[in-house]
């Protein structure tokens, strides 16, 4: 393309807040630069949310090849090749790279200049190049900078033996033994994969339970899950120090206990990509970490708006890549309002953990009548097919007119089913209306309908 004098939206960072800003300015037929030294589709789609899934597909695989005589087949103990494993995480990461950058070099009025920006003087990004300086003019800017894994400085980063998840999910073999630091989304997701695999894995987190950002029922479930599959959960325990040497580490932990394992995953949370941006330069507020934005993505300085990680201490790529499209319309001279308080969020264990909303306690605290009402998997035909009851729904909604104020969802495509109940949530339908809506049978997603039926019964006996 032809570059014009100035474009009418400069993106910083090419993730999925990045991309999607630009697709969605390449679909109102303007013109975007975007801006990225590495790779485009950002941690997600090269050391996150896409190779976790292939790995804990594989993984899940490998753990039910074990267990086959429930199904009335010969079980067999798979042999793990662990270069193979991690080159076929790589096979499935490297077309859809392909393919994110292909879009983004095919769409209409969007130009990709590789290399790392800076917000300049009003409506300019300097962007350092492998061939020089170039600054980008725009009438307005969109920063979506993302965020990356925080590294304790006590721990011995140059022994060559510590990951976070970006060097975990890229490396070209498994860990022989492994002890996870954090017990979140990715310390619970990536300790599956290595227990399921047969490797002996330690997870060690220092809140009371692990996932403390769900509901309690989903601690629970994770710390079954990963027990059933052989990993050792240290909740209420802290990583005092650990040594590296040529043939692993020595982990302390705060009561004194040692443990050897050949690498140690640290997953204690990703910090906001804001420093040496030139926010301070552009009078960009920062709060918390962060870069506060209204429900228009907009910053505190008119023209620049910020999307994704580096905006909301929510990390997800499915936010990210809807503040995008905000902001891009937005800066396109719309006015364009997004409520961010439905956004589904899931963690891919086995069973898969999924949440929308608020729990009985928040809805309470903000004024809201709330009771919780839930199904279990002993019940479901599909689920015994199966061959699985550890599965749960359970939502929070008003006991008189069924609106929903929240729900968590735990069994097979939990992260896939959740999203009936988000819908209803965005548009204000109720339990009555999920119960009218006829479910397949058999179905996992017959749930809803039972949660439904219970708010029913019980809205009738409170009836006078």
Known sequence: MTEPDIYDVAILGGGPGGTAAAGQVARRGRTACLIEAGRLGGVCLHVGCIPTKAMLAASGLCWQMGRAEQFGLDPCEP???GAAFMRRVRDVVCPLAEATDKAMAAAPGVRVVRGRGRLGEAGTVEVDTQTGAVTVRARSIIVATGARAVRPSFLPWDCGRIDTSDEATGAIDL??????IGGGVIGCELATVTAELGIRTHLVEMLDRLLPNLDKDASKAAVASLEARGAEVLTGRRVAGAEGGSDGVAVELDDGRRIDVDRVLVAV???????????????????DGII?????????????????DVAEARQYAHLADRMGIIAADNALGDDRRDDRTVVPVGAYTHPEIASVGVGLDE????????????TTYRASGMAR???TDAGMLKVVADPDDGLIHGALWIGPHATDMIHELALAMRHGLTLAQV???????PTFQEAAGAVAAAWDAQARRRRP
């Open 269 to 287: 949370g990703r910090r906001a990509n804001i420093e040496d941006i030139g926010l301070a330069d552009a009078g960009v507020a920062t709060a």
């Open 175 to 180: 860990p022989a033994s492994l002890l996870v």
């Open 435 to 441: 119960g009218e809506t006829i479910h397949a049978h």
């Open 292 to 308: 506060p934005v209204d429900d228009r993505c907009r910053t505190n300085v008119e023209g620049i708006y910020a999307v994704g």
């Open 385 to 387: 097919a199966a061959g």
């Open 79 to 81: 042999t793990v090749d």
């Open 363 to 374: 809805a309470r605290a903000t004024g809201r009548s709330a009771r919780v009402y839930r």
